[in-house]
């Protein structure tokens, strides 16, 4: 059986070289022909063999791979394997806008593994929303979210996260997602005798409703989930007008227990998120920013 796989790995690597050395010659003799051509590098043709073995009939491509440029598709084929994940990934390219820049470093920054599995989402939304609201609700939701903030030191409190944040806020509406747009920080609600601060608000303009975010620098406690639901009611109570959908709520916090959140949702009559989040000192670009953004 050894022998057999010995000859059988040697048997491959040969027709890998063979197939290496017919890649370049055809590349050679194809651009000596066409003085002008371009793009016909033997790397470049490699992928766009790669290309049609990984899809065949042409002719039928996923809708979301057909309509990227090649190199958002040459960054998917060298750095995803799993051709579902590689499809995942052409849909929330082509959904936001991302250059090949962005693509590659949300590809870095496994936003697969953070946001396509719902079964890994904490959540109420379901039960606390009405359709297609609760689904859509739920498809923003990351877990986690990494916040890349520069020059924040290590020992750091809510509110220099928050500051950072405001500092940056192109930075944390790339990592917020499509359909973000920021409405204020401390955000003020008033009862006749009492006023009351919001850690961050939002509108989400798919959704077309509120979005409240809580930040806390520490680990899930049940009684965040109280004040979180106060918030939330006091925006539909103040803000939210007749056309709005209900107004939601996400908190995030350094970690949490899931039994802990998931007891605390139940309880709730609020629709909320809890997500953990991390904070990393790398900043994109700012043309990279802006090419999301616009």
């Not at 003799?29 to 490699?46: H, V």
């Not at 990934?89 to 090949?100: D, F, L, P, Q, V």
């Not at 930075?171 to 009862?191: A, D, H, I, M, P």
């Not at 809580?214 to 803000?239: C, R, S, W």
Request: glycine share 4%; hydrophobic share 40%; proline share 4%.
């Amino acid at each position: 059986m050894r022998r057999g796989g010995k000859k059988l790995k040697m048997k491959r690597r040969t027709v890998f070289s063979l197939l290496l050395l017919l890649i370049f010659a055809f590349s050679c003799a194809f651009l000596t022909a066409c003085e002008d051509a371009d793009g016909y590098s033997p790397r470049n043709l490699a992928r766009m063999r790669k290309f049609y073995v990984t899809y065949g009939d042409l002719s039928n491509l996923p809708p979301a791979v057909a309509k990227l440029p090649w190199t958002h598709n040459c960054i998917l084929m060298d750095k995803v394997k799993d051709v579902n994940k590689r499809i995942w990934y052409a849909e929330k390219c082509w959904e936001n806008g991302w250059s090949k820049i962005v693509l590659d470093h949300q590809i870095d920054l496994e936003l697969y593994e953070r946001q396509a599995d719902p079964a890994k989402k904490l959540t109420n939304y379901e039960s606390r929303l009405p359709a297609p609201q609760s689904e859509l609700s739920r498809d923003i939701i990351k877990d986690p979210y990494i916040f890349e903030l520069a020059g924040l030191k290590e020992k750091i409190i809510e509110k220099d996260i928050e500051k950072a944040m405001l500092e940056q806020i192109k930075t944390v509406l790339l990592e917020l997602g499509k359909g973000f747009s920021f409405v204020g920080n401390q955000y003020r609600v008033s009862t006749p005798n009492n006023d009351y601060l919001i850690d961050l608000l939002f509108y989400h303009l798919d959704l077309r409703c509120y979005v409240v975010v809580e930040l806390k620098n520490v680990d899930f406690k049940p009684d965040f989930i109280g004040q979180l639901q106060f918030y939330i009611t006091a925006v539909d109570e103040t803000l939210k007008k007749e056309q709005d959908n209900p107004t939601i709520g996400l908190l995030l916090c350094k970690g949490k227990d899931k039994y802990s959140v998931e007891w605390s949702l139940k309880s709730t009559t609020a629709p909320i998120g809890v997500a953990s989040y991390e904070i990393r000192n790398y900043l994109p670009t700012e043309e990279e920013l802006n090419r999301y953004l616009k």
